[in-house]
């Protein structure tokens, strides 16, 4: 079991970190002890999860406005600065924002929202990824955890650039983790959070009963564990929360 400060003294960044799975992570990290700095793009929904973590009283986060359909290169240079100028180093990355895209055949798909999915799930996880390599190396014991999903691993009907969002993570995943297999000093996995109650999955699915679903909340186990030093020696996995 893991101790209530497994995370002290360590800077976590979580992304998506104003609603759902990354609101609770930011949370529960911050309640074993991390310093969580909070990166969205709604000031309002990331202003909440820092008042919930004020509000119980743990360490102060920060929040870190950033759009990711948006952003530039000098928007991710700023962030990464930022980091090394106030942290010095990053112990954690939990790369959680995404987007659902359409759910539709392939033969009707519209073009501009695949360019659009595939930019924010997958190739601005790539371009935070390598513009922080530089802090995260300064941590002795860094992790950084991708999210993926079921249909990142079976390709399935109607899931379209999401599904192919999600195969790329698990791809890149272990590409980073195969290039840093002599350094273990840094270590690379991906989640699956599974079935959850969240915006985006009653997105996908809007007749499900929610009733039915666990909540953020009650997956938040295996995010600490990949998060701490417990798991050190666990290198380009793709892990299942349910």
């Known amino acids: 079991m ?15 970190a104003g609603d759902g799975i990354g609101k609770a992570a930011a949370i529960s990290y911050a309640s074993h002890g991390a310093k969580v700095i909070l990166l969205g793009k709604t000031l309002s929904n990331l202003e909440n999860t820092y ?12 929040i870190s406005l950033l759009d990711l359909s948006k952003a530039d290169g000098s928007d991710y240079d700023d962030l990464r600065d930022n980091l090394a100028n106030n942290y010095k180093h990053l112990d954690g990355l939990l790369l959680n924002a995404s987007i659902l895209g359409d759910r539709s055949p392939i033969e009707d798909y519209d073009i501009s929202v695949w360019v659009q999915t595939l ?5 601005a996880q790539f371009i935070l990824v390598k513009t922080l390599l530089p802090v995260l190396h300064l941590s002795n014991k860094a992790s950084v955890i991708f999210t993926s999903s079921g249909v990142g691993k079976i390709g399935k009907a109607f899931w379209g650039a999401y599904s192919v969002s999600k195969f790329g993570i698990e791809g890149l995943s272990q590409i980073l983790s195969n290039e840093h297999s002599n350094d273990k000093s840094i270590r690379f996995n991906c989640i699956n959070p599974g079935a959850i109650d969240t915006k985006m999955r009653k ?13 953020p909340q009650d997956i938040m186990e295996k995010y600490l564990w990949l998060m701490s ?5 666990v290198f380009g996995q793709s892990i299942d929360c349910q």
């Open 203 to 215: 997105a996908a699915y809007p007749l499900e009963n929610p009733i039915n679903l666990l909540k």
């Open 2 to 16: 893991l101790s209530d400060n497994c995370l002290e003294n360590k800077v976590i960044l979580v992304t998506g």
């Open 229 to 233: 030093d417990d798991s050190s020696d």
């Open 119 to 123: 930019h924010i799930n997958l190739t």
């Open 51 to 62: 008042d919930e973590i004020i509000k119980q009283g743990y360490e102060d986060p920060s």
